[in-house]
């Protein structure tokens, strides 16, 4: 197991000591209780425009499958790093439309 997965522990001297699975994965909300922002950034992107959503509560791999069917319905690339998921280009509108549709409750953020 990493160490991320052990919640930082690195080192137990408790021979006993086993990780609770409980603590390890947080349980992803059900999209109605989930409140999302979609932000538009330039900031370190090299000049480029991204969309990028931030709020979501749950696991990575939920979080993963969200980022990879937004994608695929924006017809554009990006990421899912730090919690957030990434979208290359101004999808804003489009993107909260999506979200609506999932069962999202989600909106503009930012300036």
């Not at 969200?66 to 990421?79: I, N, Q, V």
């Not at 998921?85 to 999202?104: A, S, T, V």
Request: hydrophobic content about 30%; aromatic content about 4%.
């Amino acid at each position: 197991m990493s160490k991320k997965n052990q919640g930082g522990l690195v080192y137990s001297t408790n021979s006993e000591w086993k990780p609770d699975q409980d603590k390890m994965e947080s349980a992803t909300l059900p999209p109605g209780q989930q409140d999302l922002r979609v932000w538009l950034e330039k900031n370190h992107r090299g000049g480029k425009t991204a969309s990028v959503i931030r709020g979501f509560v749950g696991n990575v791999p939920d979080l993963e499958e969200l980022g990879r069917s937004l994608k695929s319905k924006c017809g554009t690339g990006g990421t899912v790093k730090e919690g957030e998921i990434i979208i290359q280009g101004d999808h804003r509108d489009k993107l909260i439309l999506i979200l609506k549709g999932l069962g999202y409750k989600s909106k503009k953020a930012g300036a």
